[in-house]
């Protein structure tokens, strides 16, 4: 308000100043919201890019699944939800020593913080060393530990899915994470995925056989049995736990009318062996 002379009164003087600093105020807090907004959505960004690289470290790993060897016939050692452990070859070698192969031993698993470690252990001895523990994440025992993705919120949501149950039979592993950098606020986590089929993966064979019996001979012939990878097998004979003979086809002399319980163990190169049902069969 203006007096008769035109100046402005002290309480008109307030009253803009104090719209004045609610305007401000309400500005600040706009850019403040914009600011968090954006620092938010960086760190989102910045997760999620994370895990990405973190998915594809892995699959590339897999794909260089370390070839089996009679020594060690299985590449994966560990298939669990939410830690794998298997062998590779190494990219940055060739390592010194007389590991022809050049192959290591990689560890992937979730800390309690909800970040995805990779775990690596390397030698140089022909044969290959046992596992370290795998007793929490990370574990002690490995030459190196590294970060490869943060703000896994997968819950019950496996990381890692098999197509089969046991380590041998496994021929293909499905990679899948929740990211979530601020969990209960929005957009909500981010979904990423990705699958690889285990080329160089060592599948045990199948062991089955037939026995054809005449008075005292019984012909045995394991043909039935068959390598899922296409391999030569090797055939041994099992009266019991005797050895008696070896090859695909076996004719078995026999005492007249004595009983026989028949096994067949096959083994692929790789190392791998699986022995047959027993057949109880009357020479």
Same mark, same amino acid.
């Given at each position: @308000?203006?007096?008769?002379?035109?100046?402005? $009164?002290?309480?008109?003087?307030? @009253?803009?100043?104090?719209? @004045?600093?609610?305007?401000? +105020?309400?500005?600040?807090?706009?850019?403040?919201?914009?600011? %968090?907004?954006?620092?938010?959505?960086?760190r989102r960004t910045a997760s999620q890019d994370a895990a990405r690289?973190?998915?594809?470290?892995?699959?590339?790993?897999?794909?260089?699944?370390? %070839?089996?060897?009679?020594?060690?016939?299985?590449?994966?050692?560990?298939? !669990?939800?939410?830690?794998?452990?298997?062998?590779?070859?190494?990219?940055?070698?060739?390592?010194?020593?007389?590991?022809?192969?050049?192959?290591?031993?990689?560890?992937? *698993?979730?800390?309690?913080q909800g970040a995805i470690r990779e775990q690596t252990q390397t030698?140089?001895?022909?044969?290959?060393?046992?596992?370290?523990?795998?007793?929490? *994440?990370?574990?002690? +025992?490995?030459?190196?530990?590294?970060?490869?993705?943060?703000?896994?919120?997968?819950?019950?949501?496996?990381?890692?899915?098999?197509?089969?149950?046991?380590? %041998?039979?496994?021929? !293909?592993?499905?990679?899948?994470?929740?990211?979530?950098?601020?969990?209960?606020?929005?957009?909500?986590?981010? =979904?990423?995925? $990705?699958?690889?089929?285990?080329?160089?993966?060592?599948?045990?064979?199948?062991?089955?056989?037939?026995?054809? =019996?005449?008075?005292? =001979?019984?012909?045995?012939? +394991?043909?039935?049995?068959?390598?899922?990878?296409?391999?030569?097998?090797?055939?041994?004979?099992?009266?019991?736990?005797?050895?008696?003979?070896?090859?695909?086809?076996?004719?078995? !002399?026999? !005492?007249?009318? %004595? $009983?026989?319980?028949?096994?067949?163990?096959?083994?692929?190169?790789?190392?791998?062996?699986?022995? $047959?049902?027993?057949?109880?069969?009357?020479?």
């Amino acid at each position: @308000m203006r007096g008769e002379r035109g100046e402005v $009164s002290l309480t008109a003087l307030l @009253m803009a100043s104090v719209l @004045m600093i609610i305007v401000l +105020g309400a500005s600040l807090t706009t850019l403040e919201s914009f600011t %968090s907004l954006a620092a938010d959505g960086n760190r989102r960004t910045a997760s999620q890019d994370a895990a990405r690289s973190g998915i594809d470290r892995i699959t590339a790993a897999l794909r260089n699944l370390a %070839s089996p060897t009679p020594q060690q016939p299985e590449a994966v050692d560990l298939a !669990a939800p939410a830690d794998l452990v298997f062998k590779t070859v190494d990219a940055n070698g060739p390592n010194s020593g007389t590991n022809a192969t050049n192959t290591k031993r990689v560890r992937y *698993c979730l800390d309690p913080q909800g970040a995805i470690r990779e775990q690596t252990q390397t030698w140089t001895t022909a044969l290959t060393p046992p596992a370290p523990a795998s007793g929490g *994440c990370p574990a002690a +025992g490995w030459q190196a530990t590294t970060t490869i993705a943060d703000g896994v919120i997968n819950g019950s949501l496996p990381i890692f899915s098999y197509d089969a149950a046991t380590t %041998s039979a496994i021929t !293909a592993i499905h990679v899948e994470l929740l990211v979530d950098s601020a969990p209960g606020r929005k957009p909500g986590p981010s =979904r990423l995925a $990705s699958g690889v089929f285990l080329r160089n993966q060592n599948r045990a064979p199948s062991a089955a056989f037939t026995a054809t =019996r005449s008075i005292g =001979r019984i012909l045995l012939n +394991g043909s039935p049995s068959a390598d899922p990878d296409g391999q030569p097998l090797t055939y041994v004979w099992l009266d019991g736990t005797t050895v008696i003979g070896r090859g695909i086809v076996f004719d078995y !002399a026999v !005492a007249p009318d %004595s $009983s026989h319980v028949l096994r067949l163990q096959v083994s692929d190169p790789g190392g791998l062996t699986t022995t $047959s049902a027993p057949q109880t069969v009357v020479g």
